[in-house]
């Protein structure tokens, strides 16, 4: 249940008045009556609300989208995509890039609570947010664990890593790289890492797996590597380019394999071999878990995994 103002004021033990001149820092009060109330409302998981006292309890019509970044191509659509079908519904967005940083992602969840938005889609990439065990919105999380009572929506991870490592053998690949980005939740993503491995390996296939964070791309490749499976499609990219400049043929003599293939990617760079995430339909399925679970919060939703494709050079 959403705590209310009288409820921070009764276990505050003080009028309801006060609590909001504490909020809106209004008038002389002393630093007990304010340590007071602000005890009571983190005890409260209280959020002042402007906007909802505003609308006198009334839906606030608002959803709050927080992804890692919107300079990858794949979140620029997928959240293109969310914010169009969202507006249809008649909904506003609230776009908030947490930037891979646990603080920012704290703030930018304060905000969206103390605006009280109907619900969050997130796809979080920052660990330990205590907030989303807590936290009194509607939240459905694309791809990443969040916490247990909050449903994922996800592709098929596993076979995007088959997919990838598929790729590679049949196009030659004997000494192969793949980059594992160190995750220690048990987020659907850790996948890809099993589904390539369980491939390489029933294939026999010689393989490294490289630590993301400890790799230097321009001291590791191409080095003893002929192919290479990236985690994303802009990483792909910016190891192609250190494969060229060291006078690699991409494709032929050195292959690398991305990971989501935006629109955008494969406009631009169509020579990228890629898993492709379809995002119209992750965002279809996020928003109708989303809704689902506004409507009924007590509802078990059970969204279905979602298929990938690869995108072969043409």
């Given at each position: 249940?959403?705590?209310?103002?009288?409820?921070?004021?009764?276990?505050?033990?003080?009028s309801?008045?006060?609590?909001?001149?504490?909020?809106?820092n209004?008038?002389?009060?002393?630093?007990?009556?304010?340590?007071?109330?602000?005890?009571?409302?983190?005890?409260?998981?209280?959020?002042?609300?402007?906007l909802?006292?505003?609308?006198?309890?009334?839906?606030s019509?608002?959803?709050?989208?927080?992804?890692?970044?919107?300079?990858?191509?794949?979140?620029?659509?997928?959240?293109?995509?969310?914010?169009?079908?969202?507006?249809?519904?008649?909904y506003?967005?609230?776009?908030?890039?947490?930037?891979?940083?646990?603080?920012?992602?704290?703030?930018y969840?304060?905000?969206?609570m103390?605006?009280?938005?109907d619900?969050?889609?997130s796809?979080?990439?920052?660990?330990g947010?205590?907030?989303?065990?807590?936290?009194?919105?509607?939240?459905v999380?694309f791809?990443?664990?969040?916490?247990?009572?909050?449903?994922?929506?996800?592709?098929?991870?596993?076979?995007?890593?088959?997919?990838?490592?598929?790729?590679?053998?049949?196009?030659?690949?004997?000494?192969?790289?793949?980059?594992?980005?160190?995750?220690t939740?048990?987020?659907?993503?850790?996948?890809?890492?099993?589904?390539?491995?369980?491939?390489?390996?029933?294939?026999?296939?010689?393989?490294?797996?490289?630590d993301?964070?400890?790799?230097?791309?321009?001291?590791?490749?191409?080095?003893?590597?002929?192919?290479?499976?990236?985690?994303n499609?802009?990483?792909?990219?910016?190891?192609?380019?250190?494969?060229?400049?060291?006078?690699?043929?991409?494709n032929d003599?050195?292959?690398?394999?991305g990971?989501?293939?935006?629109?955008?990617i494969?406009?631009?760079?169509?020579?990228?071999?890629?898993v492709?995430?379809?995002?119209?339909?992750?965002?279809?399925?996020?928003?109708?878990?989303?809704?689902?679970?506004?409507k009924?919060?007590?509802?078990?939703?059970?969204?279905?995994?979602?298929?990938?494709?690869?995108?072969?050079?043409?």
């Amino acid at each position: 249940m959403v705590a209310k103002l009288k409820d921070v004021a009764d276990l505050a033990g003080v009028s309801v008045t006060t609590v909001s001149r504490v909020i809106n820092n209004y008038g002389s009060l002393s630093k007990k009556t304010i340590a007071k109330v602000h005890a009571a409302m983190r005890e409260l998981n209280y959020q002042p609300n402007a906007l909802a006292r505003a609308m006198q309890g009334k839906p606030s019509k608002f959803i709050g989208l927080i992804f890692p970044n919107i300079t990858n191509p794949f979140f620029a659509e997928l959240i293109n995509d969310l914010e169009y079908r969202l507006f249809g519904l008649g909904y506003k967005t609230i776009i908030a890039s947490s930037a891979e940083n646990e603080q920012i992602e704290h703030d930018y969840l304060g905000m969206l609570m103390a605006n009280q938005v109907d619900g969050i889609i997130s796809s979080s990439h920052n660990l330990g947010i205590r907030e989303y065990q807590q936290i009194t919105s509607t939240v459905v999380s694309f791809d990443r664990y969040l916490a247990g009572n909050i449903p994922i929506v996800a592709c098929d991870n596993y076979h995007g890593g088959e997919l990838s490592a598929q790729y590679l053998i049949e196009h030659g690949a004997k000494r192969i790289a793949v980059m594992i980005d160190e995750d220690t939740s048990v987020s659907p993503t850790l996948n890809r890492v099993q589904g390539t491995v369980d491939y390489l390996t029933k294939h026999h296939a010689n393989y490294t797996p490289l630590d993301l964070k400890r790799t230097n791309f321009a001291e590791t490749f191409p080095g003893k590597y002929d192919g290479v499976i990236a985690t994303n499609d802009l990483q792909a990219l910016e190891i192609r380019n250190v494969a060229i400049q060291a006078g690699k043929k991409i494709n032929d003599d050195f292959i690398v394999t991305g990971y989501d293939g935006s629109k955008m990617i494969r406009k631009i760079e169509p020579s990228l071999p890629t898993v492709v995430q379809p995002t119209e339909q992750i965002a279809d399925e996020l928003i109708d878990t989303l809704m689902k679970k506004i409507k009924d919060p007590q509802v078990e939703v059970d969204p279905q995994q979602l298929p990938v494709s690869f995108h072969e050079p043409a």
